[in-house]
């Protein structure tokens, strides 16, 4: 599967932005989708993930009250809303998949076999 995010760009904090990743090439709705981001000089840490329906979401601590991951399967398309930005939320984001066509996956924050090209996220103090 492809994957190719955008929506990033430069927001001031308090602000917001939604993130997209649009897939190709395999049957989407087999794939646990997640978004991750790295900040420069920092190691990749994950975001967010939303299981195959997307009847199931996972965040990590500090995103939990302010990003909401989604899914539509007839997009092919996986979403990152995130509101009340901070200048800690500065970082290159990316999304991955997971395949997972037996709906079997348990672990939703590692193993992802597919990566996209990261969108800059941007939001000066």
């Known amino acids: 599967v492809q994957l190719q995010a955008s929506g990033g760009g430069l927001v001031q904090a308090g602000g917001s932005l939604r993130l997209s990743c649009a897939a190709s090439?395999?049957?989407?709705?087999?794939?646990?989708m997640g978004w991750f981001r790295q900040a420069p000089g920092k190691e990749r840490e994950f975001v967010a993930a939303?299981?195959?329906?997307?009847?199931?979401?996972y965040y990590t601590d500090f995103a939990k009250a302010r990003f909401a991951i989604s899914r539509d399967n007839a997009k092919n398309t996986v979403y990152l809303q995130m509101n009340s930005l901070k200048p800690d939320d500065t970082a290159d984001y990316y999304c991955?998949?997971?395949?997972?066509?037996?709906?079997?996956?348990?672990?939703?924050?590692?193993?992802?076999?597919?990566w996209g090209r990261g969108t800059q996220v941007t939001s000066p103090a």
């Open positions: 939303i299981s195959r329906s997307g009847g199931n979401t």
């Open positions: 991955a998949a997971k395949f997972d066509r037996l709906d079997t996956v348990t672990d939703y924050y590692t193993g992802y076999g597919y």
């Open positions: 090439g395999r049957t989407f709705s087999y794939y646990v």
